[in-house]
Every structure is written in C-alpha cells, then in structure tokens.
C-alpha cells in the first residue's frame, strides 16, 4: 500500500511560478517510478511529468522547459517545479506512483492550481 499526499497549489498570475510537493509514504519499495498528472476543466487526466528510480525523466511537449521534476528520495518526496505558467495549465495536478511488478497506479487526493490575472 502507498499513500500520497499532494501540496502546494493555489492561485498564480500567469508567467508565474508554483512548486508543488507529493510526500509518499507505505510499501515504497514496490514503486519503480512516480509523476504527475492533470486534468484541465471538462477534459480527461493527462500526463505532465514522470520519473524513475534511476532519475529518468519524461515530460509532456506542452510543459518542456517550464516544468521540472524531481525527487528527494531520503524524504520520499517528488516535486514538480512550474514556471512561466500559462491559463491553460489550469488543471487538478494528481501525483502518481507506478509499481513494475503490478503495474497497479497509486494517486494522491489531487491538488488545484488556477492561473488567472
């Protein structure tokens, strides 16, 4: 079992910045990879960011040189790192950790980020 817990979204002017956390804790030794995901309003979840073990990482054309993910592996945390955001990033941002063996996906509750003037 694996639980995440999203933080750190909220409302940016565009052009802004915004960092958000997903702490991980549970069975983390059966997580190969974690990232986030979104789903902009009235439209499906879509991928954003991933990264593995090994810090491979895997980006989303729409978020390529905006967005940076990483991950403090002794804090069991993941964060996505967003600049120069835009309105249409407007979405719920989820957190998300893949298990290999399962292939079972583990989500966090989800966390707003609203970019407006």
């Known amino acids: 079992q694996v639980q995440l817990v999203e933080s750190g979204g909220g409302l940016v002017q565009p052009g802004g910045s915004l960092r958000l956390s997903c702490a991980a804790s549970g069975s983390l030794f059966s997580v190969n990879a974690m990232g986030w995901y979104r789903r902009p309003p009235g439209k499906q979840r879509e991928l954003v960011a991933t990264?593995?073990?090994?810090?491979?990482?895997n980006y989303a054309d729409s978020v390529k040189g905006r967005f940076t993910i990483s991950r403090a592996n002794d804090k069991n945390t993941v964060y996505l790192q967003m600049n120069s955001l835009k309105p249409e990033d407007t979405a719920v941002y989820y957190c998300?950790?893949?298990?290999?063996?399962?292939?079972?996906?583990?989500w966090g509750q989800g966390t707003q980020v609203t970019v407006s003037s």
């Open positions: 990264i593995t073990n090994g810090g491979r990482t």
């Open positions: 998300n950790a893949h298990t290999l063996m399962s292939g079972y996906n583990y």
